[in-house]
């Protein structure tokens, strides 16, 4: 069973179309998030959310909007497209315990999104 | 902002050397501290982790250390072999829980 699971893996789109990615985790976990990876391998946060609550937005476009219908989905829908969010986006979950009990972040495969 | 430096960016050793990674962390609310792999066209995947209760910990030929109040932390790989090679990230969660800041990567070259 996969743990974290986003489709679809490759994303090929021309500029202004509207596409979205989804995610599903069943580790019971109570947060997720989205990241993005650009060509330098850089990992930076778009969103967290916990118990389909909105966390934190890390000064994403607002063409970008996440969507969590219940706390092991977590889906990205993206407007308008441009060039620069060709990109690797990598959903991934976390049990969010406090206190110092935080776990790991379990990542899905990716989605390579490329604008042309 | 919250800021997670990694140096260096790329490490190339050879096949039976050891391997260091250096990060250091600017949130001192920042306790948990996981370290990432990343193959060519995988997913980042968890090695090893240290909280901010301990100072080391180890887990065969990897280790990592941790020191709080110089806001630093290192791994540490002994005996690298080829299939150790890829990006490595280093990343710092904080109390809170929902936030994990990533540093930039290490590229690491093991040459057999």
């Known amino acids: 069973d996969t743990a974290v699971s986003q489709t679809p893996k490759y994303l090929v789109t021309q500029m202004g179309n509207d596409k979205s990615i989804k995610c599903e985790q069943n580790l019971g976990h109570d947060t997720m998030y989205w990241y993005k990876q650009d060509s330098k391998k850089f990992l930076k946060i778009m969103f967290s959310y916990n118990n389909k609550e909105l966390i934190i937005n890390e000064t994403v476009p607002n063409r970008f909007s996440p969507k969590s219908p219940d706390k092991a989905h977590l889906n990205l829908h993206i407007n308008s497209l441009e060039l620069g969010d060709s990109a690797v986006y990598f959903c991934?979950?976390?049990?969010?315990?406090?206190?110092?009990?935080?776990?790991?972040?379990?990542f899905g495969q990716g989605t390579r999104l490329t604008v042309v | 902002g919250e800021n997670v430096e990694q140096h260096p960016s790329t490490l190339s050793v050879q096949e039976g050397d050891s391997a260091v990674i250096k990060c250091t962390y600017s949130d001192s609310a920042s306790n948990y501290f996981p370290w990432y792999k990343q193959e060519l066209g995988k997913r980042p995947q968890l090695i090893i982790d240290i909280r901010s209760n301990v100072g080391e910990k180890k887990d065969q030929r990897i280790a990592v250390t941790l020191n709080k109040t110089a806001k630093h932390f290192s791994l540490h790989i002994t005996e690298t072999q080829p299939e150790d090679s890829a990006v490595y990230f280093c990343?710092?969660?904080?109390?809170?829980?929902?936030?994990?800041?990533f540093g930039a990567g290490t590229r690491l070259f093991v040459k057999a």
């Open positions: 991934a979950s976390s049990q969010t315990g406090g206190g110092g009990m935080n776990t790991e972040a379990f």
């Open positions: 990343a710092a969660k904080d109390t809170g829980g929902f936030k994990t800041i």
